[in-house]
């Protein structure tokens, strides 16, 4: 099993900046079947959407409403990925979960969620 540590979440003004971190940690076979990672965020009221994602070899992907503003990346030796958040607007508010998909190797790895709280 493995387990995600989020950080870096908080309360900013619109325009600022965030950088959230998620880690992973377990046993040595959960820890090199990390193939992709990435951030799913959930407003109040509104379904969870994918916000960006990374694969192993380092090709990312984005939701259109954060594209030109959010850069993700990864840090294969530390079994880390970020989430690097500028231009920060309202809209951005939500939780934000981390999370891994395996491919095929087992269930998707979640993260506990953190907060994001984008003031006008």
């Known amino acids: 099993q493995v387990q995600l540590v989020e950080s870096g979440g908080g309360l900013v003004q619109a325009g600022g900046s965030l950088r959230l971190s998620c880690a992973a940690s377990?046993?040595?076979?959960?820890?090199?079947?990390?193939?992709?990672m990435g951030w799913f965020r959930q407003a109040p009221g509104k379904q969870r959407e994918l916000v960006a994602n990374?694969?192993?070899?380092?090709?990312?992907n984005y939701a259109d409403s954060v594209k030109g503003r959010f850069a993700i990346s990864r840090d294969n030796g530390r079994n880390t990925v970020y989430l690097q958040m500028n231009s920060l607007k309202p809209e951005d508010t939500g939780v934000y979960y981390c999370?891994?998909?395996?491919?095929?190797?087992?269930?998707?790895?979640w993260g506990q969620g953190t907060q994001v709280t984008v003031s006008s």
């Open positions: 990374i694969t192993r070899g380092g090709s990312s």
């Open positions: 377990g046993s040595t076979f959960s820890i090199v079947n990390l193939y992709t």
């Open positions: 999370y891994i998909n395996h491919r095929g190797l087992g269930p998707d790895s």
